[in-house]
């Protein structure tokens, strides 16, 4: 049974970046898509960014504020999203999801069948 783990969150200052990181456990990533989601509080869980399973195709949403890349490292089965510059407004909590891959990638949570805890992302000053 496939598990993902998101690791690396906490308190970063606006302006600054955080390196996350999406572990694999009980199967291997090497054929799965992966989206980044977050959940502000009072807010609708939203796409932030995915990659495809051979990681030759990335999507990211541009909402503004920060600037949030996705890269993965399939023989060590983790996926690494990034947050750079982030704001206040960045403040949420971040999940990965995974689905067997497709040609595009997709930030739709819907389309997803397995999902982390997620891990809480806070940026103060």
């Known amino acids: 049974q496939l598990q993902l783990v998101e690791s690396g969150g906490g308190l970063v200052r606006p302006g600054g970046s955080l390196r996350l990181s999406c572990a694999a456990s009980?199967?291997?990533?090497?054929?799965?898509?992966i989206g980044w989601f977050r959940q502000a509080p009072g807010k609708e869980r939203e796409g932030v960014s995915c990659?495809?399973?051979?990681?030759?195709?990335?999507v990211s949403v541009d909402f503004g504020n920060g600037r949030f890349t996705i890269s993965r490292d399939n023989a060590n089965n983790t996926v690494y999203p990034r947050i750079e510059s982030p704001s206040p407004k960045n403040t949420a909590v971040y999940y990965c999801?995974?689905?067997?891959?497709?040609?595009?990638?997709?930030?739709?949570?819907?389309?997803?069948?397995?999902w982390g805890k997620g891990n809480q992302v806070t940026v103060s000053s």
């Open positions: 009980g199967s291997t990533l090497d054929y799965l898509d």
């Open positions: 990659i495809v399973s051979r990681g030759s195709t990335m």
């Open positions: 999801a995974g689905r067997p891959t497709k040609i595009l990638c997709a930030l739709e949570s819907e389309r997803y069948n397995y």
